[in-house]
Structures are given as C-alpha cells and as structure tokens.
C-alpha cells in the first residue's frame, strides 16, 4: 500500500498569511493526487486534482504542486473561511490512501 | 443541484449488519464510478470501497474485505455497501463521493453527500 505523509499536523496562522502543507508518497504516484479540504461535521471538498489541477469554482488563492512523491498545497492570503483540516490523497493504485491531515488554526 | 444523500446509518451490535445506501440525483448516475469513503470519531479520511461505472470493478480496503460488499443499480441512481460482522472499529460517518472524472478513479472525488453515521456499539 501507498502510505502517504503529510506534514505539518497542524499550523498556527494568521488571516492574510501564505502556508504551505507538504504531503509525500512512500513510492512514486506520478500526478495522481488530490488535496481537499474538511470543515468540522462537513463533507470533504475536493481543491486540486492531478497535483495541479484547481477544481471548478476554488479560489485561485489555492494552488498545488509536485509530482513523483512530493507534493505541496499552498493558500495564498489566508481568508477566515479557510480554516479547516486539509487532506492529501494518492488516486494512482488501489488502494487509495489519504494523509493523516493538516488541522490550519487561526493564530 | 448535483447531490448524494446517504442514509441507513444508527446503532448496531457488535457482530450486526447495516446496509448503507447512498442515492444521487441530478447528474448520470450510471455514467460515474463511486466510492465510499469514512471517518471515526476524531480521526481522518479512510477509503472503504469503489465501483467502476458498470460494477466491472470493484475494490476494498483490507480492513473491510470480506466483510462489506458494494454494489450499485444504476436504474434506481443508487449506491450501496452491505456491512456485515461489524465491530467498534468500523464506528464512523460513512460518505459516499463520486469520481470527478466519468469513469476513472484517477482524478479525485468532487461530490460528496452528507455522510450517515454508524455507531457499532453493544
């Protein structure tokens, strides 16, 4: 199986800031990764696919990058409603693993 | 507005069996592949279980196999998972999601219903 580590579990920080979560697969996936984000008692929300790949309708302030087995999400000019647990997930072979998460607290 | 709704979630014993159902509307259900993905209690995203458009393909994880089965009816824009010998460990919110893209799992999950509660408990 794919495991797949993000880092860090959780930051601290502020409306206006720029962050980036790193997420890295124990073997190669190639683009085959997705990031979303969860609000607490909701659905997941699908950000990013193929690594780089914004989804319809997610701010542009968000952006993806990597490929291989390293993998980064950054949120330029943090905005309250991003706040949230942020998730990576390899869809490159069954089965399909998600990272531990990245809880984003406002500082 | 494209949507799943889950429901069949509650309380069941140790050894129990539930069946979930998850049902879709506004989009070509039988166009998609879907999953099921969960979530206990304070912990993370964990995949359960998919299935290609026409149920040619169908995976598990190893924590649920032989255990649950997934199956769909496209006729009726319906998901299903069938859970049986379940135990406190199987406690969580149960989502069903769909692939972004047709038929291939590759490209994320970009629908999501509101996820139905299983609570395994004696």
């Known amino acids: 199986d794919i495991q797949m580590t993000q880092s860090p579990s959780s930051v601290s920080t502020s409306v206006g800031d720029r962050v980036t979560i790193t997420c890295r697969a124990s073997?190669?996936?190639?683009?085959?990764l997705a990031w979303y984000q969860q609000k607490p008692g909701k659905a997941p929300k699908l950000l990013i696919y193929t690594a780089s790949s914004l989804q319809s309708g997610v701010p542009s302030r968000f952006s993806g990058s990597g490929s291989g087995t390293d993998f980064t999400l950054t949120i330029n000019s943090l905005q309250p409603e991003d706040f949230a647990t942020y998730y990576c997930?390899?869809?490159?072979?069954?089965?399909?693993?998600f990272g531990q998460g990245t809880r984003l607290e406002i500082k | 507005e494209v949507q799943l709704v889950e429901s069949g979630g509650g309380l069941v014993k140790p050894g129990g069996s539930l069946r979930l159902s998850c049902t879709a509307s506004?989009?070509?259900?039988?166009?998609?592949?879907m999953n099921w993905v969960r979530q206990g209690p304070g912990k993370g995203l964990e995949w359960v279980s998919s299935?290609?458009?026409?149920?040619?393909?169908?995976y598990y994880a190893d924590s649920v196999k032989g255990r649950f089965t997934i199956s769909r009816d496209n006729a009726k824009n319906s998901l299903y998972l069938q859970m049986n010998s379940l135990t406190a460990e199987d406690t969580a919110v149960y989502y069903c999601a769909r692939v972004s893209v047709g038929a291939t799992f590759n490209y994320g999950m970009d629908v999501w219903g509101q996820g139905t509660t299983v609570t395994v408990s004696s």
């Open positions: 506004k989009f070509t259900f039988s166009s998609f592949s």
């Open positions: 073997q190669d996936i190639s683009s085959w």
């Open positions: 997930q390899q869809t490159n072979s069954f089965p399909i693993t």
């Open positions: 299935i290609s458009d026409t149920s040619s393909y169908i």
